[in-house]
């Protein structure tokens, strides 16, 4: 599976954004879905994951409420739909794919390892 991430760009705090991940193969529908962020000096760290049929999500304390995950597996795509942002969410950010072997998208990333991973957009917010 490849993955090509989409999307970001500069937003003043309080703007919106929405980050897309187009994934290649037709086993897309297998895949537990994430993604991931790092800014600068520091660790790369879990954003927002979903289910492999998108029965189930699960999100970083610091997003819930923000951030919603979405898949179309007809699509072969993973959206990320970034409000009310702020200067914290500043960093680059990463689709990542793990073959799924359950129905619970918080079982599947809970290490940060992932079987594939997409090249990463800058999200930048300005204050």
């Known amino acids: 599976v490849q993955l090509q991430a989409s999307g970001g760009g500069l937003v003043q705090a309080g703007g919106s954004l929405r980050l897309s991940c187009a994934a290649s193969?037709?086993?897309?529908?297998?895949?537990?879905m994430a993604w991931f962020r790092q800014a600068p000096g520091k660790e790369r760290e879990f954003v927002a994951a979903?289910?492999?049929?998108?029965?189930?999500?699960n999100y970083a304390d610091s997003v819930k409420g923000r951030f919603t995950i979405s898949r179309d597996n007809a699509k072969n795509t993973v959206t990320l739909t970034m409000n009310s942002l702020i200067p914290a969410d500043t960093a680059v950010y990463y689709c990542?794919?793990?073959?799924?072997?359950?129905?619970?998208?918080?079982?599947?990333?809970?290490?940060?390892?992932?079987?594939?991973w997409g090249q990463g957009t800058q999200v930048t917010v300005s204050s």
């Open positions: 990542a794919a793990r073959r799924a072997y359950s129905d619970y998208a918080g079982d599947h990333f809970p290490d940060h390892r992932a079987d594939y």
């Open positions: 193969g037709r086993t897309f529908s297998t895949y537990a």
């Open positions: 979903i289910s492999w049929n998108g029965g189930d999500t």
